[in-house]
Structures are given as structure tokens and as C-alpha cells.
């Protein structure tokens, strides 16, 4: 199911995520950013790494982001996203009080924190509950991004896939909605190997799933690797293929809330030529009705 489909039926209009960094570092960086983490990610486009630091911008970020939405969308329904880092990773009375403060911002929908497997406490996760209503659903984007091991040490993901299902259950025993993140195209995998991953996270059937093409920016261990001949340059060719073929194998009711990568162009090296969306999603459309196909066929 596409993302935007299934959020027209539920609100019987277009919703819009007000996406803000919260101010949070990860666990695989360390307090002051400065450990190597995931070897793609960037060191870009956050700011302090002190949750209590940022209150001020986070209240910036939101009423900055509402006006532009409304302006320019005239938009109604809104969906409060912590998207930066890992957006769960600090003590539960500071999380409260964040997201108690940026709810009270808005007339939000939802609320939506990204974040990794070993952040993902059990008083995280009954906080995280604790804001769930009928009419008011709480969403974590949960990364895993391989379910091979030798694939997580690789690019030193910091957690194994033991942590990543023990976070997942929690959040589900705690009524929480999850959307995985996958990425296509990392060093040492081929065709196979995304599909075996495709196939384990279709089984733990999670609501939504975000699917990546691999980007590797600049500033980035990834990039170093690449520069020192040790891993191929990551090609966008297949990611079609991939897609499709990943969408047959999902759930026919999981949500599908993401095709490609979207990396600030300045921050972007590798592959050279960015995945228009667009272009990507009428391709996907297109390769699905060549095939006769749907999401689930092969579920
Ligand atoms: S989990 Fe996210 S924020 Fe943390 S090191 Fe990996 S990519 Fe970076």
C-alpha cells in the first residue's frame, strides 16, 4: 500500500509530516558525535547533539515548518516527525518532556520518532505507548537496513539482528506502529541476499517499510572505503528491479512509506546521478504492470 494512499483514506485528505531534528546524537556516534557509526552516515544537517540544548530550536523548526506547509500546501492534517539521529535515544523524563512540548506546538496527528534498535528501552517504549489514542497513532521508524550479520559489522550498524528483533517485539507488545528501514545496494550484497532480508522483515509483518538506495556522502568512512578501491561503486541500475521485486514479497496490507534515498544535493557523491522519485515511482508502476504483479503476490 502506498504511503500517501493509505494516509488520503485515513484522513480523507493529504497529511504532511513536520519533519525536525530534536536535537539527538545516537549510541553508534557517541554523545559529541565524533565515534565512526554506520559507515555511511554523515556528519551533516544536525545540530547539538543535547536534547535539553535545543527546546528553543525545536519550537523554531516546528512553527517554521507549519506556516510553510500551510502556505504553501494549504495543509490541515500534520504528523509531528523526529527524523534526525536516533530520536528516542535519551533518558525517558527528557523524552517526555520533548515530545510533550512539541505535541503542545500543534494539532498533530501522530507522532513518528526514528531511531535504532538498542534505543528502544522498555520505559522508552511504554512512553512512546503512553501517547497513543484512537484517534492519535504513534509511529517508530525502526533501522535495520540488512538482516546479515556479516553485512551489520560491515558497516559497522552497531547492533546485531537478535537487538533489532528484541526492540521490535517490545514495540509491538507495546502497540506500537513500526516502519523497517532497508537499504539496497550495500558492499557485499547481491540480488539474494537483499531478498533473504526483504523475505525475514516481510515475516515479522511490520506496518510500514522504507526502502533505500545506497548514497554515500562525502564525509562518510563509506566514502573512504570506496576511494581506497575497497568496495564497488553502488549502482542505482537495479534498484527497480529490487523494488519490485522486495514489493511482491511484502505483506499486501504493509505500508509502503519510501522508494529511494533523499540526500541533500550538496552532501550527495555517490552514485553521481540522484533517483528522481518520480521517475523511479512511475518505473516501479510501470515493471509491476509489466509483470502482472502486485505488493504480496509472493508474500
Ligand atoms: S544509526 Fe543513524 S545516526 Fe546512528 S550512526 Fe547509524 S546512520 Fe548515523
Same mark, same amino acid.
Given at each position: 500500500?502506498?504511503?500517501?494512499?493509505?494516509?488520503?483514506q485515513?484522513?480523507?485528505?493529504?497529511?504532511y509530516?513536520?519533519?525536525?531534528?530534536?536535537?539527538?546524537?545516537?549510541?553508534?556516534?557517541?554523545?559529541?558525535?565524533?565515534?565512526?557509526g554506520c559507515?555511511?552516515?554523515?556528519?551533516?544537517g544536525?545540530?547539538?547533539?543535547?536534547?535539553?540544548?535545543?527546546?528553543?530550536?525545536?519550537?523554531e523548526?516546528?512553527?517554521?515548518?507549519?506556516?510553510?506547509?500551510?502556505?504553501?500546501?494549504?495543509?490541515?492534517?500534520?504528523?509531528?516527525?523526529?527524523?534526525?539521529?536516533?530520536?528516542?535515544?535519551?533518558?525517558? !523524563?527528557?523524552?517526555?518532556?520533548?515530545?510533550?512540548d512539541?505535541?503542545a506546538?500543534?494539532r498533530?496527528?501522530?507522532?513518528i520518532?526514528?531511531?535504532r534498535?538498542?534505543?528502544?528501552?522498555?520505559?522508552?517504549?511504554?512512553l512512546?505507548?503512553?501517547? !497513543?489514542?484512537?484517534?492519535?497513532d504513534?509511529?517508530?521508524?525502526?533501522?535495520?537496513?540488512?538482516?546479515?550479520?556479516q553485512?551489520?559489522?560491515?558497516i559497522?550498524?552497531?547492533?546485531?539482528?537478535?537487538?533489532?528483533?528484541?526492540?521490535f517485539? !517490545?514495540?509491538?507488545?507495546h502497540?506500537?506502529?513500526?516502519?523497517?528501514?532497508?537499504?539496497?545496494?550495500?558492499p557485499?550484497?547481491?540480488h539474494g541476499?537483499?531478498?533473504?532480508?526483504?523475505?525475514?522483515?516481510a515475516?515479522l509483518?511490520?506496518?510500514?517499510?522504507?526502502?533505500?538506495?545506497?548514497?554515500?556522502?562525502?564525509?562518510?568512512?563509506?566514502?573512504?572505503?570506496?576511494?581506497?578501491?575497497?568496495?564497488?561503486?553502488?549502482?542505482s541500475?537495479?534498484?527497480?528491479?529490487?523494488?519490485?521485486?522486495?514489493?511482491?514479497r511484502?505483506?499486501?496490507?504493509?505500508?509502503?512509506?519510501?522508494?529511494?534515498?533523499?540526500?541533500?544535493?550538496?552532501?550527495?557523491?555517490?552514485?553521481?546521478?540522484?533517483?528522481?522519485?518520480?521517475?523511479?515511482?512511475?518505473r516501479?508502476?510501470?515493471?509491476?504492470?509489466?509483470?502482472?504483479t502486485?505488493?504480496?503476490?509472493?508474500?
Amino acid at each position: 500500500m502506498n504511503y500517501s494512499r493509505y494516509l488520503r483514506q485515513k484522513y480523507g485528505e493529504t497529511a504532511y509530516r513536520v519533519s525536525i531534528d530534536g536535537g539527538f546524537s545516537c549510541p553508534n556516534r557517541g554523545v559529541d558525535r565524533n565515534l565512526p557509526g554506520c559507515s555511511y552516515c554523515s556528519s551533516f544537517g544536525s545540530r547539538s547533539a543535547y536534547i535539553g540544548e535545543t527546546e528553543q530550536d525545536v519550537r523554531e523548526q516546528i512553527e517554521r515548518n507549519l506556516k510553510v506547509l500551510k502556505s504553501r500546501y494549504d495543509a490541515r492534517i500534520f504528523m509531528l516527525y523526529f527524523q534526525a539521529y536516533s530520536s528516542t535515544w535519551a533518558p525517558v !523524563r527528557q523524552l517526555k518532556k520533548l515530545y510533550d512540548d512539541s505535541l503542545a506546538l500543534g494539532r498533530f496527528r501522530e507522532l513518528i520518532v526514528s531511531t535504532r534498535p538498542d534505543c528502544l528501552s522498555d520505559a522508552t517504549c511504554r512512553l512512546l505507548a503512553s501517547y !497513543r489514542r484512537d484517534d492519535f497513532d504513534v509511529w517508530v521508524e525502526l533501522g535495520l537496513q540488512s538482516a546479515h550479520e556479516q553485512t551489520l559489522k560491515r558497516i559497522n550498524r552497531g547492533h546485531d539482528r537478535d537487538q533489532f528483533e528484541e526492540a521490535f517485539s !517490545r514495540l509491538r507488545n507495546h502497540g506500537l506502529k513500526i516502519a523497517v528501514h532497508l537499504i539496497f545496494g550495500l558492499p557485499g550484497e547481491d540480488h539474494g541476499m537483499m531478498m533473504e532480508t526483504v523475505r525475514y522483515v516481510a515475516s515479522l509483518k511490520p506496518e510500514g517499510i522504507k526502502f533505500h538506495n545506497l548514497h554515500i556522502p562525502s564525509d562518510t568512512a563509506m566514502f573512504r572505503e570506496l576511494e581506497a578501491g575497497e568496495m564497488a561503486i553502488p549502482s542505482s541500475a537495479g534498484h527497480v528491479r529490487y523494488l519490485a521485486d522486495a514489493i511482491e514479497r511484502i505483506p499486501p496490507d504493509t505500508v509502503v512509506m519510501r522508494l529511494t534515498t533523499d540526500t541533500p544535493r550538496q552532501r550527495h557523491i555517490v552514485p553521481g546521478a540522484m533517483l528522481d522519485k518520480t521517475i523511479i515511482y512511475n518505473r516501479l508502476r510501470e515493471e509491476l504492470l509489466r509483470r502482472g504483479t502486485k505488493q504480496g503476490v509472493f508474500f
